[in-house]
């Protein structure tokens, strides 16, 4: 798509018709709506504050500019400054981006997760990649597990054997796939009326609320917390915009970036908890993977993470650093 036609219209422009250095039009990775944006508008509206106006963030929905696969040559091309967004979106075009952007079933749970970036050298390899891009990876952003909605129950690794499930491609997908799973690529919204008429079985989307909200479990009586995805989002920029920042500046971005993901801890769980409340009256069935079921996947992500770490040093170098940290935590 033209992604500057796309753009007319949703910028704002100064009244003197030029962007200043500090001015930030960053797009998101979901909708106008979702907790994850509001939370950035309240996050821009506070910066600007914090800073006296040196930085002001123009937030953009997902999709308002650009699709979610393109951000990062919509900020190359200065269509945009920066994102909030996922890295697995680049999967396809960089290895790195998807071993970066979904550690699957390696870990318990996100926080523990999100641990690697502050003491296992995550943060650290993580701008090193993005600084390839001329970005600037400013913080990580928390995002909850994610659940499978499903019109069958599953209750272990192998019952995944032959559900054909909708999936968004990837590391998770490599990994359903391996269990056994015959995926499908589709829409969301394709995958609601798929379920409803018995074309699909399950589909990997997102967390509980989120799952809800979209009208995936109509049909589905199960959500299957089976750890097979844990997706990292996160917040960068244009690093020539971030070198126009003062130091002082710079860490009330990185400071604020973090307040954000703190706070969205608390909001994604409660929605999820009210979701889950709400599922349940309708007679949805949770699922939880035992430690059993949750080593046996652990022990498939290591062989999707020996593919994708053999296609690019980066990539390898991620791995690396996971299966290290994970051993001081012992699951590895």
Same mark, same amino acid.
């Not at 997908?173 to 008429?197: F, I, W």
């Not at 909200?213 to 589905?220: D, S, Y």
């Given at each position: 798509?033209?992604?500057?036609?796309?753009?007319?219209?949703?910028?704002?422009?100064?009244?003197?018709? /030029?962007?200043?250095?500090?001015?930030?039009?960053?797009?998101?990775?979901?909708?106008?709506?979702? /907790?994850?944006?509001?939370?950035?508008?309240?996050?821009?509206?506070?910066? *600007?504050?914090?800073?006296?106006?040196?930085?002001?963030?123009?937030?953009?929905?997902?999709?308002?500019?650009?699709?979610?696969?393109? !951000?990062?040559? +919509?900020?190359?091309?200065?269509?945009?400054?920066?994102?909030?967004?996922?890295?697995?979106?680049?999967?396809?075009?960089?290895?790195?981006?998807?071993?970066?952007?979904?550690?699957?079933?390696?870990?318990?749970?996100?926080?523990?997760?999100?641990?690697?970036? !502050?003491?296992?050298?995550?943060?650290?390899?993580?701008?090193?990649?993005?600084?390839?891009?001329?970005?600037?990876f400013i913080c990580?952003?928390?995002?909850?597990?994610?659940?499978?909605?499903?019109?069958?129950?599953?209750?272990?690794?192998?019952?995944?054997?032959?559900?054909?499930?909708?999936?968004?491609?990837?590391?998770?997908?490599?990994?359903? &796939?391996?269990?056994?799973?015959?995926?499908?690529?589709?829409?969301?919204?394709?995958?609601?009326?798929?379920?409803?008429?018995?074309?699909?079985?399950? !589909?990997?989307? /997102?967390?509980?609320?989120?799952?809800?909200?979209?009208g995936m479990h109509?049909?589905?009586?199960?959500?299957?917390?089976?750890?097979?995805?844990? /997706?990292? !989002?996160?917040?960068?920029? &244009?690093?020539?915009?971030?070198?126009?920042?003062?130091?002082?500046?710079?860490? +009330?971005?990185?400071?604020?970036?973090?307040?954000?993901?703190?706070?969205?801890?608390?909001?994604?769980?409660?929605?999820?908890?009210?979701?889950?409340? *709400?599922?349940?009256?309708?007679?949805?069935?949770?699922?939880?993977?035992?430690?059993e079921e949750a080593?046996?996947?652990?022990?498939?992500?290591?062989?999707?993470?020996?593919?994708?770490?053999?296609?690019?040093?980066? *990539?390898? +170098?991620?791995?690396?650093?996971?299966?290290?940290?994970?051993?001081?935590?012992?699951?590895?």
């Amino acid at each position: 798509m033209n992604i500057k036609t796309a753009l007319r219209g949703t910028t704002r422009v100064l009244a003197a018709g /030029a962007v200043s250095a500090e001015e930030f039009r960053m797009q998101t990775f979901l909708g106008a709506t979702a /907790a994850t944006t509001q939370a950035f508008e309240e996050m821009a509206a506070e910066l *600007a504050e914090t800073t006296d106006g040196a930085i002001e963030i123009t937030v953009l929905p997902g999709g308002a500019v650009v699709g979610a696969g393109e !951000t990062i040559e +919509a900020i190359q091309n200065g269509i945009l400054d920066g994102q909030y967004t996922a890295p697995s979106y680049f999967a396809g075009s960089d290895p790195a981006l998807g071993v970066l952007g979904d550690t699957l079933a390696a870990y318990p749970d996100s926080a523990t997760r999100d641990s690697w970036f !502050t003491e296992g050298g995550g943060l650290e390899l993580a701008r090193a990649l993005y600084e390839q891009y001329d970005l600037m990876f400013i913080c990580p952003i928390y995002w909850p597990p994610e659940e499978i909605p499903s019109t069958v129950p599953i209750e272990t690794v192998a019952d995944f054997e032959g559900v054909r499930m909708r999936a968004p491609g990837g590391l998770a997908s490599d990994l359903l &796939s391996r269990a056994g799973a015959s995926l499908v690529t589709m829409g969301v919204g394709e995958s609601v009326t798929a379920m409803e008429t018995g074309q699909l079985d399950a !589909t990997d989307l /997102a967390n509980v609320a989120l799952n809800w909200a979209l009208g995936m479990h109509n049909q589905a009586m199960y959500s299957v917390l089976a750890r097979h995805s844990m /997706a990292v !989002t996160e917040m960068s920029v &244009s690093m020539d915009k971030w070198n126009a920042l003062s130091p002082e500046h710079q860490q +009330a971005f990185e400071q604020a970036c973090n307040d954000m993901s703190a706070g969205l801890v608390t909001t994604l769980t409660e929605q999820d908890a009210e979701a889950t409340a *709400a599922a349940e009256a309708a007679g949805v069935t949770f699922i939880d993977f035992g430690e059993e079921e949750a080593a046996t996947f652990r022990g498939i992500t290591q062989e999707v993470w020996a593919d994708w770490g053999s296609q690019s040093p980066n *990539a390898q +170098a991620i791995v690396d650093s996971h299966q290290a940290f994970l051993e001081t935590l012992g699951l590895n």
